[in-house]
């Protein structure tokens, strides 16, 4: 039976078996199960690729100077109206702090940074989890993964066409089934992130939680670097064609940056080496 085959064999409404059970039992990858890209105009699309590139270097550029870079260094005829769309559409979230103008609700779900001067020294100690814009050669998807931090082991991952709470509910609690639960959880402040139902699965784990402060991707580096690596090293050389072809490059190139691909920052082995000689020891 081919993949396509076993996907569409999915009822994502069974009375009695999860869809994490029943991709289990069909040995697919439940990303394969939103695999349908989002579209836009070819020129937004151009844009937007253009939008990524500049940002990963960059996650400073707000809307006015990325419109500016893309008008004046480009030559492209774009307002801050489209850009700040784009923005919005893409989930980028310059590094810097904005004014404070509103009044956040005491009751909303916000934590505390807590990765400042920890001392990372054990696999499952501390996961970071994030969601970044993927371009593709006709439309766009969203890919949402968790890198274990001491490791650098890319523990999971998913691909959808929208960013929705569910289905980043579903990936921490997959991720928790298979290699037990972290001491330490550490995202953005996104909706996905501070939502009462996945606050609710860290807590059923007793898993602390920790989140970046308000603008500051760079408390997330771990995974923002991840997500530099697989664009620049996979993504972008070869635009895939559809949501099968980026689900099948993802899944070649983790297996490859996991069991392959040597990192500086953990003794120039890969994660994999790591991850399981401290599982083992544990």
Not at 15 to 31: A, D, F, M, T
């Amino acid at each position: 039976m081919s993949t396509t085959e076993r996907r569409q064999k999915v009822v994502k409404s069974h009375p009695r078996l999860s869809l994490v059970q029943q991709c289990k039992i069909l040995s697919i990858h439940r990303s394969g199960l939103y695999y349908k890209p989002k579209s836009e105009s070819p020129l937004n699309l151009r844009l937007m690729k253009a939008i990524d590139a500049q940002f990963l270097e960059h996650p400073y550029y707000g809307v006015e100077r990325m419109t500016d870079y893309l008008s004046l260094d480009l030559g492209y005829h774009v307002n801050v109206k489209r850009i700040r769309r784009l923005y919005k559409i893409m989930g980028l979230q310059t590094i810097y702090r904005k004014p404070k103008t509103t009044i956040r609700d005491p009751q909303s779900y916000k934590f505390p940074y807590l990765l400042k001067d920890l001392e990372i020294e054990r696999s499952n100690q501390v996961w970071q989890t994030d969601i970044t814009y993927i371009p593709m050669f006709r439309g766009f998807m969203y890919m949402n993964a968790v890198i274990d931090v001491y490791s650098r082991k890319i523990l999971n991952w998913s691909i959808s066409n929208s960013m929705d709470k569910q289905w980043c509910m579903e990936l921490l609690e997959d991720t928790i089934a298979q290699y037990g639960a972290p001491e330490i959880h550490n995202s953005d402040q996104g909706v996905q992130y501070t939502s009462t139902q996945y606050i609710d699965v860290l807590k059923k784990h007793s898993i602390q939680i920790s989140m970046d402060g308000k603008g500051r991707a760079l408390d997330n580096v771990y995974i923002e670097r991840f997500w530099k690596s697989i664009k620049y090293e996979k993504i972008y050389l070869n635009p895939p064609n559809g949501g099968l072809d980026l689900y099948k490059m993802v899944r070649e190139y983790i297996e490859f940056y996991n069991t392959k691909r040597r990192h500086t920052e953990i003794g120039k082995v890969p994660p994999d080496q790591i991850y399981n000689i401290k599982k083992i020891a544990s």
